[in-house]
């Protein structure tokens, strides 16, 4: 999932190569932080996944968590 999130990063990386290219002042500061927006993401996204990941365990040891029953059909084709 993280790596889902760097690749997404890459999009602000193709977004920031014509602000600093053709922006002011503030565009390149705002383009150099979108240059570094894929390892932001994936650290971000690692940590909330960790995160979220923890929470579900916690509450998944308190309300039993997700069953799932699978049943075959008599045809096996």
């Not at 600093?20 to 932001?40: C, D, H, N, R, T």
């Not at 365990?57 to 075959?72: D, Q, S």
Request: proline letters at 3%; charged letters at 10%; zero cysteines.
């Amino acid at each position: 999932m993280t790596a889902l999130y760097v690749v997404f990063g890459f999009i602000y990386t193709l977004i920031s190569i014509p602000m600093l290219v053709f922006g002011s002042a503030q565009l390149k500061i705002m383009g150099v932080i979108y240059l570094f927006m894929p390892v932001l993401l994936g650290v971000f996204g690692f940590l909330f996944f960790v995160v979220f990941a923890a929470v579900y365990n916690f509450m998944a040891k308190r309300l039993g968590g997700i069953e799932v029953e699978v049943a075959t059909s008599g045809d096996a084709a």
